[in-house]
C-alpha cells in the first residue's frame, strides 16, 4: 500500500521572480488558497496519511501555513467568525505533515533524495508543490491504484500536442492499453520528429524505494542539476516502470501566464466571482479591441 507522500517544494522560483525572493512559489494562492493547500488536499483525498514536505532557505512560511496559530484563532472565535475559524483549524489537523529542508539547490532528483530516511522500503508518491490537478477522481488515487496492479514506479502522464512535444519529458515504450504504456525510453525535450510519443511526465509520480539508488547514481546534467528524468533512466534499466494517462487537469503555477490563467479559471467556478468576473473580462475585452 502507498501510504506516503513526498512534495518537493524547495525550489528557488525564478520564473516567478520578484514574487519569490522572499515568499514561497508554492504558497503563492489561486484566489485565496495556497497552492500548496490544494496538492496537500489531493493527497489526503486520495489516502495518505504522511506527507513529508521538501522545504528549504525562505520556505518557512509554508511550515507556518500547516501548523497552529492561536493568536489568530483566538481572534476569529471571539469576532464570532465560524466558518473561517473551523478552516484554520482544519488546515493544521489536514494530515501528518513532516519537513524537512534541501540545503543546496541541486534539482528535483536531489530534492526527492531528502526523503530517503523518512520513506525507507515503502514506495511513496510525489507530488510537485506548484502544480494542482483537478479531477473528479484525486490524481494520486488514480495513481495508487495503477500502482496496486502493478506494484512498480508509475508516472503519471499527459498526452500533449505533438508540436508541443520539445516542452516536455516525452515517454516512449510499448502501449498495455490506451492509458498505459510499459516505459522503455525518456527522452527530454525531444524534436517532434523524434518524439517517440506525445505521452509527457506529469508533475505526479509514485516511486519505488530503488529511486534511491538510481539518484544517488545520477550524474548532474542540465542545469548542472540531479534530474529526476536522469534517474528513471537508471531506474528503468533495473525495474519495470509504467506510464499512466491519469483522467484530470494539469495546473502549473510555476509561470506567470499559467498562474493567471489559472487564476482565472478557478475563479470562474466560483459562485461570488464568475458573473462580475466574466462581465469585468467582457467590459476589458470591447475597450481592448476598439483601441
Ligand atoms: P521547478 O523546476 O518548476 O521549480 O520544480 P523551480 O526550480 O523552483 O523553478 P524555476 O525554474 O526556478 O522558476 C518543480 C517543483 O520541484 C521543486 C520546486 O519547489 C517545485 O515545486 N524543486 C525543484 C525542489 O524542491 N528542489 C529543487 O532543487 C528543484
Redesign the pocket.
Known sequence: MVKKAVI?????????LPATKVQP??MLPIIDTPTIQYVVQEAVDAGIEDILV?T?KGKRAIEDHFDRNFELENHLEDKGSEAAYAEIRRLADMANIHFIR?KE????G??IAQARWHTGSDPFVVL????VMKSVIPVTRQLIDIYEQYQCSILGVETVPKEKVSRYGILGGNKISEHIMEVTELIEKPDPKEAPSNFAVAARYILTPEIYKAIAETPRGKNN?IQITDALKILMQREKIIAYKFEGKRYDI??KLDYLKTTIEFAMERKEFSKPLMKFIKTLSGKRSKS
Open positions: 518537493p517544494a524547495a525550489g528557488l522560483g525564478t520564473r516567478f512559489k508554492e521538501i528549504g534541501q539547490m541541486n534539482g528535483l536531489d530534492a510537485l508543490g506548484d502544480t542539476e510555476g509561470n
